[in-house]
């Protein structure tokens, strides 16, 4: 797999702009930076033993988290290096060599290098991140050989990925992966290949943009959460600090210049002496209580802990771990993976949380459906004299309300606070062939873009894509009969060409159909309903969907929201919604129906998914059916457009005395059905079952 | 340059001053990081930013070349990127004439494609033919200039995040369809969006240095005037510009003695403290809003001709800087006054 000239060219090229990189771009001082300790004592602890397995960086933007990194690899020491080899092995440690500089031997000539960062960009495909064919000799040549990637690049360097938690999953398992296990394995395109790769792993991750799964993050070895001073004082430092290097940074760098210096020695000594630290048997157990009292899942969190205390003990200067490091590197190891330690969603706006009603009803009240749909009208048909009360008052199986007639504490319109949010569960939409644009989180799709994973080849070129390994075994067989022009060893023909299929996730359309009729208002329902669609809107704002919201209640249904991607509308509306009034269900799936089929019209590729939060009670029809009847057959016909799914999510009280209307209505739309407490995504049952 | 339409001047832009001056801070000094304007639409947004070019100074380049690299300091770069870019024979051998030009407005349509973005290699030229031609995106062209970006807030996701990642490192960073390439990428971000048709992601607004919340002019006076304008330079353009020239030729004037100013101007540790506490009583994320803040702070002396910040400076960058790091939940609105949050709290 040896890189040839050629190869070696291009490769030199990109050595010589990562030199000059560092060379024209100076590198604040790690010593410079102010404050940040957790983060710094993280990054110094990995750089002393790389063991520990990366930093999780979870915070506020603007916090020096990657002038940090950047920082601590210009601090570190250069290491000898094979010449020549794309791998960086070192040349003194045989174990973990690739198999070229393992056969060359004593003829390998040593170069040293600095350790850099090597930078994961967002939108990195696959092939450049593990590796992938190198077409350039393998047109050239006829050679199939490998064309390093990134983790190459970041063997025995610094592998830093900005936003982690918005990186395509794929991507990041493989990473993963490679971290763990200390070696790369490329096994796609036609090629079988490993080589060595540890590195640090840096990530970092603003929480509010949407979490990593819990396995991502346990493979971290240690996290930090950062924070901006709060001293002023500390916050003037840095601003004076920050401006004197931005207006004489080698004045500047001079000044640190020794501190620096110290930090590194400290790191080389600790380096050495690593293997000397002793941990005390007691502190063995210590660590495993910990770990237990925390609940965390797996041994790494033991190992890394013992990993991290001696290289803790080691940079203090002494030859054995105390219950001191322990204690406090103990934060660092444990708070990603305590569970049910999960980081809180971001609390509602309004922070009072009311999980339970206000008390406006007594509690003596045995009625279950306390607030009827009538007499909360009461001003309102004051106001507008035109309305209709008893014309189309059903009798329905829910209206068997009446005392709360007198309860005169409730206004005829209230607007309730957004209950607790929660993490929900994953909502996706099932796979299909259809091909699309757009990005976001939420469903797998084939994609129309250079981006996502590749599955497999086809054909068809439409986008530029082409998928290199196909196109070649294409070509292949046709050789012996073709000539060649440009003197390359393989000779390829448009009919030849074959383009990629993608994958990966897209946001969808998601339409909250919202019941804000009287009923709603009672026990403080609409206040956990409005929690539950809070929560749905935050996991839609992460995972970038497009949203709308309609909203019944009186005498028909109203578009709050158009399809617009501001979420923040949605929120802000929500929070505003006023609840009263009658219960029109059809109207509002016919217009839930409406909107969604115009949708569909402009994109007909979308995936739109109707929530509908209701608790399946209705005593308003449009036409001359029963309410219920009405609502139900129009369920029917909504159901029998197969491009959109269903969501219902009812809002009944769990009681004595429950209707299940919502349940069924559920059934006829063919719709998943949750209680909002089933919402909730510590749950272990999974929502949707994709449906292949 | 003389054939092309004439551009609205910047001089006779009625109104809109907080914008204006925004524009200016951040041609006085670029490490500002660029200016996110919000507004409704029809308040001269895209107006300003393209005539711009009128009063941008100049800097130094090499011929011909796509990434726009700076003679003085990343000449040595130069040599490394022409091989692989599609360019000429002839200028890979000679050495490379230097030239002056204007600082360029490179706008970015809402339509664009990540691979006109960050660049890409022809794949179909290297399977045919063997080599690796790169095509430079909309990136490399805009460093050292202004990268104007008309409904930020329609962009597609990954290119902003695209955006995100080059604006933070000064680097664009090509990993993909094997390639490897990296090239600096340092501008100086402008942002037009309309917040009703959806919000940024925190991490964006972070990014851009000042924000300025701009609706149309209330004074019918003013409105009078702006229609006069318009409907004056619609009618003859090429006289309208010549009549505004001078007064483009003296802001361009100032805007060259704030630039050499800047590095003369000194603040008091006493202010200092001042950034901070506003920061830390609205309660913005991070430290990027008091550097910013500092920052702006200096270029507003400059552009005020003194040599010394003082207390009001501090006041009017804080209304520039902070109402977009106030720190809220990605479903909360962006407030509007520093001043009535400050006393909120």
């Not at chain 1, 393998?138 to 936003?163: C, F, H, Q, T, W």
């Not at chain 1, 957004?418 to 989180?441: E, M, Q």
């Not at chain 2, 390439?181 to 992601?201: C, D, K, Q």
């Amino acid at each position: 797999m040896a890189r040839t000239a050629s190869n070696m060219d291009f490769g030199s090229q990109l050595q010589i702009l990562n030199d000059k990189e560092m060379m024209f771009k100076k590198i604040y001082p790690f010593s410079a930076i102010v404050g940040q300790e957790e983060l710094k004592l993280a990054l110094l602890l990995n750089a002393v033993n790389p063991k520990i397995g990366g930093v999780l960086i979870r915070g506020e933007k603007g916090t020096a988290k990657s002038t940090a990194v950047r920082a601590l690899a210009a601090l570190l020491p250069e290491m000898r290096m094979v010449a020549g080899c794309p791998f960086g092995c070192d040349p003194d440690d045989d174990l973990r060599m690739c198999a070229r500089c393992r056969e060359t031997g004593s003829r390998r000539t040593i170069r040293t290098q600095r350790v850099q960062v090597v930078t994961l960009p967002l939108n990195a495909t696959e092939d450049r991140v593990v590796g992938g064919i190198d077409f350039n000799l393998a047109v050239k040549k006829g050679v199939r050989a490998v064309l390093p990637g990134l983790l190459a690049e970041a063997n025995r360097s610094i592998l830093y990925v900005d936003e982690v938690n918005l990186l395509d999953d794929h991507i990041v398992d493989i990473i993963l992966d490679a971290a763990a296990s200390g070696e790369n394995r490329i096994e796609r395109e036609g090629i079988s290949f490993k080589h060595p790769a540890s590195f640090i792993l840096v990530g970092t991750m603003n929480p509010e943009e949407g979490e990593l799964r819990p396995q991502l993050m346990d493979r971290f070895g240690l996290c930090v959460d950062v924070k901006g001073e709060a001293k002023p004082d500390q916050r003037v430092l840095l601003m004076e600090r920050r401006e004197a290097f931005d207006l004489a940074p080698h004045e500047f760098l001079k000044q640190f210049e020794r501190e620096n210096e110290r930090i590194a020695a400290q790191v080389i000594t600790a380096r050495e002496q690593l293997n000397a630290v002793r941990l005390p048997k007691h502190l063995r157990t210590f660590i495993s209580e910990l770990c237990m009292e925390n609940l965390v899942a797996g041994h790494r969190a033991d190992l890394v802990m013992e990993q991290a205390a001696r290289a803790h003990a080691v940079l203090r200067q002494r030859s054995e771990v105390t219950t001191d490091d322990i204690t406090k590197l103990a934060p660092f190891v444990l708070v990603h993976r305590a569970r049910n330690a999960q980081p809180p969603p971001p609390p509602p706006p309004e922070s009072d949380r009311k999980e339970e009603p206000p008390e406006t009803n007594d509690a003596n009240e045995p009625d279950k459906e306390p607030l009827p749909d009538n007499p909360p009208e009461g001003r309102e048909t004051q106001q507008k004299s035109g309305e209709r009360i008893s014309g189309d008052q059903q009798p329905e199986p829910d209206e068997t309300n009446t005392g709360d007639r007198l309860d005169e504490k409730k206004p005829p319109e209230q607007i309730f606070d957004i209950g607790a949010t929660f993490t929900v569960k994953k909502i996706t939409s099932p796979r299909d062939r259809v091909l699309r644009r757009g990005s976001g989180r939420r469903s797998r799709t084939r994609i129309a873009l250079k981006q996502g994973r590749y599955i497999k080849s086809a054909f068809q070129d439409k986008t530029g894509d082409i998928a290199l390994d196909a196109t070649l075994r294409a070509a292949a067989h046709h050789q012996l009969k073709r000539k060649n022009n440009y003197g390359l060893a393989v000779c390829l023909k448009p009919e030849d060409i074959r383009g990629k299929i993608r994958e990966k996730r897209i946001g969808n359309f998601i339409l909250f159909l919202v019941d804000a009729s009287g009923s709603m208002g009672a026990r403080g329902r609409m206040a956990a309903s409005k929690g539950a669609i809070m929560s749905l809107l935050l996991d839609a704002y992460q995972k970038r969907d497009k949203v709308a919201m309609i909203s019944f209640r009186k005498n028909g249904a109203d578009i709050n929201l158009p399809p617009t991607t501001s979420v923040e509308m949605a929120g802000k509306l929500l929070a505003e919604m006023p609840v009263g009034g009658r219960t029109p269900l059809s109207a509002g799936l016919a217009k839930a129906h409406e909107q969604v089929r115009n949708y569909l019209l402009r994109d007909p590729g979308a995936r739109p998914i109707a929530i509908i939060i209701t608790d399946g009670k209705t005593n308003v029809a449009s036409g001359d059916q029963k309410p219920l009847e009405e609502a139900f057959d129009f369920a029917a016909k909504m159901a029998a457009d197969p491009r959109t799914q269903y969501i219902v999510v009812d809002t009944e009280e769990p009681g004595l005395v429950s209707f299940g209307l919502a349940a069924r209505l559920a059934g006829i739309l063919g719709a998943d059905y949750f209680k909002i407490e089933n919402l909730k995504a510590d749950q272990l049952v999974n929502v949707i079952k994709e449906r292949r | 340059m003389n054939n092309t339409q004439p551009i609205y001047p910047f001089a006779a832009i009625v109104g809109q001053e907080n914008m204006k001056l925004a524009l200016i801070l951040n041609i006085i000094n670029p490490t500002l990081s660029g200016v996110l304007i919000r507004g409704e639409k029809g308040t001269a947004k895209s107006t300003a930013v393209r005539a711009l070019a009128d009063i941008l100074p100049e800097i130094e380049v090499f011929a011909g070349d796509p990434f726009q690299l700076s003679p003085s300091d990343e000449s040595d770069l130069l040599h490394a990127f022409t091989p692989v870019v599609r360019q000429k024979e002839a200028s890979q051998a000679k050495p490379v004439k230097i030239e002056k030009r204007k600082v360029k407005v490179v706008e970015l349509p809402v339509g664009a494609t990540e691979d006109r973005v960050v660049g890409t290699l022809d794949l179909e030229h290297a399977l045919k033919k063997g080599e690796k031609r790169i095509e430079p995106g909309i990136l490399a062209a805009a460093h050292r200039g202004i990268l104007y970006v008309d409904e930020v807030n329609l962009l597609d996701d990954h290119v902003v995040d695209v955006l995100l990642d080059s604006a933070a490192m000064g680097v664009n960073t090509i990993e993909r369809e094997g390639i490897s390439f990296s090239h600096p990428a340092r501008f100086t971000l402008v942002g037009t969006m309309n917040p009703e048709e959806g919000e940024l992601r925190p991490q964006l607004l972070d990014r851009f240095g000042l924000c300025v919340l701009i609706e149309g002019v209330r004074e019918p006076e003013d409105r009078v005037a702006i229609m006069e304008q318009r409907a004056a330079f619609d009618e003859d353009p090429v006289g309208f510009c010549k009549k505004w020239e001078a007064a483009s030729r003296k802001l361009g004037e100032r805007i060259e003695r704030a630039i050499a100013l800047y590095p003369e101007v000194a603040i008091e540790r006493s202010l200092l403290f001042e950034i901070a506490s506003y920061c830390l009583d609205i309660g913005v994320d991070g430290h990027r809003g008091d550097i910013i803040m500092l920052k702006t702070a200096k270029t507003l002396a400059a552009w005020h001709g003194r040599k010394k910040v003082v207390s009001a400076d501090a006041e009017a960058a804080a209304e520039l800087v902070l109402p977009h790091r106030v720190r809220r939940q990605p479903l909360q609105e962006i407030g509007e006054d520093v001043k009535s949050l400050r006393m909120k709290k």
